[in-house]
């Protein structure tokens, strides 16, 4: 009995296998919590707070708008292309949509953005023909 | 005394530094935990085309109005304080409205009309009130 357990701790090697499970666990958890919006979002962006805020039901189509408001000026880029005057950004989105009819604009807008602004924005989603519009918030400050 | 044993060539597993940094990751998951700020969305829809010919259900509407200083108005009434994110008097009120249209069989919607000036957080405050009263069709008034 004693030398079965010896040779048994004798045996014991380093085993790749498990360790290369973990770490796939682990990249699995970064890749869940890491969105693609969220790769797209910009940090410097100070997102209004909602508590009952939830994820909606997962949609391919989807183009990430991050708005920033800055002593008075408002800007919006998307897909790294920067956009001062708003008359430009419907014909990007047109482009974008390219006539499909289920798409969604996010709107990941600073919380100092004034209300005349988001409409803008807005009215440029109405004109790409996006109906399906999301507001970004976060849960809490 | 014993003499020293030649070193092994084969390479060892060792339990203890595994253990220790499987201990350090789960701690620092618990930590940070807390502090994770999550990004979730609130829903909107924008007026769509009708189609002609298609029977078109009017649904029960309230307008909430937002103004420059935050006050958020419904049927001339102003609810809650501007100073605050949490509206419990307004969702309540969405909440009823939300039952009495369920009553009628009919949708409770609500359309959001901000002033020119309004902040972007208090059209958030509003629409996260009617997402807690599980009001669905939430639109904008484009001014």
């Known amino acids: ?141 | 005394m014993r003499a020293k044993e030649p070193q092994s060539d084969t390479m060892q597993f060792q339990i203890a530094p595994m253990i220790d940094v499987i201990f350090i990751l789960i701690l620092f998951f618990m930590c940070s935990a807390g502090a994770v700020k999550t990004e979730m969305f609130l829903s909107t829809t924008l007026p769509g085309r009708a189609v002609a010919g298609k029977a078109i259900k009017i649904p029960d509407e309230q307008i909430i109005e937002i103004h420059a200083n935050g006050n958020v108005v419904l049927n001339g009434r102003v609810f809650d304080t501007s100073q605050s994110h949490d509206m419990p008097q307004l969702t309540l009120t969405l909440r009823r409205f939300m039952e009495s249209s369920r009553n009628n069989k009919t949708e409770a919607m609500v359309t959001i009309s901000p002033q020119p000036e309004a902040p972007y957080q208090r059209i958030i405050d509003v629409l996260d009130s009617c997402a807690a009263a599980k009001i669905k069709i939430v639109t904008f008034s484009m001014g």
């Open chain 1, 1 to 141: 009995m004693r030398m079965r357990r010896h040779h048994h701790e004798e045996d014991l090697e380093f085993q790749i296998a498990p360790m290369v499970d973990v770490l796939l666990v682990i990249l699995v958890f970064f890749i869940t919590i890491t969105s693609a919006s969220t790769l797209q979002g910009d940090r410097n962006i100070k997102l209004p707070v909602a508590a009952n805020a939830m994820k909606p039901a997962k949609t391919v189509n989807e183009v990430l708008l991050n708005v920033h408001w800055e002593s008075g000026e408002g800007k919006v880029s998307v897909d790294s292309v920067q956009f001062t005057d708003l008359s430009n950004l419907t014909g990007h989105l047109i482009a974008r949509v390219g006539g499909r009819t289920t798409y969604r604009m996010i709107i990941r807008a600073d919380r100092t953005t004034p209300a005349r602004y988001i409409q803008k924005v807005m009215a440029a989603a109405a004109n790409a023909d996006i109906p399906d519009v999301v507001f970004t918030a976060i849960n809490h400050d």
